[in-house]
Nanobody, 125 residues
């Protein structure tokens, strides 16, 4: 059974940092895309970043470039999203997702088959 469990969300002031974790289980973690998305109530879910696990190639949405860093710990089957310089516009529920079958090599906003339950990030001004 595929499971993706996010953690690390919380409430912080603008300018501070958070590191989100996505712990994966139930499938072969290597050579798969893991993506990070975020969603605000009433709005569409937006892709934030992705990583091709193994090689570790990162991919970022424009909103994340220069502030967010996606990384991996293969031994722990975990992908991280380090978020620095947070601002109130980053407030959202953050989700990780997996391309379980490994069909994609570019880890953008498409191709994900499995999703975590989300973790809330709230940034106050």
């Amino acid at each position: 059974q595929v499971q993706l469990v996010e953690s690390g969300g919380g409430s912080v002031q603008a300018g501070r940092s958070l590191r989100l974790s996505c712990a994966a289980s139930g499938f072969n973690f290597n050579d798969k895309c893991i993506g990070w998305f975020r969603q605000v109530p009433g709005r569409e879910r937006d892709w934030v970043a992705g990583i091709y696990v193994g090689i570790g190639s990162p991919y970022y949405a424009d909103s994340a470039k220069g502030r967010f860093t996606v990384s991996q710990d293969i031994a722990k089957n975990t992908v991280y999203l380090q978020m620095d310089g947070l601002n109130p516009e980053d407030t959202a529920t953050y989700y990780c997702a997996a391309d379980r079958h490994g069909l994609w090599r570019i880890c953008g906003e498409q191709g994900y088959t499995d999703w975590g339950q989300g973790t809330q990030v709230t940034v106050s001004s």
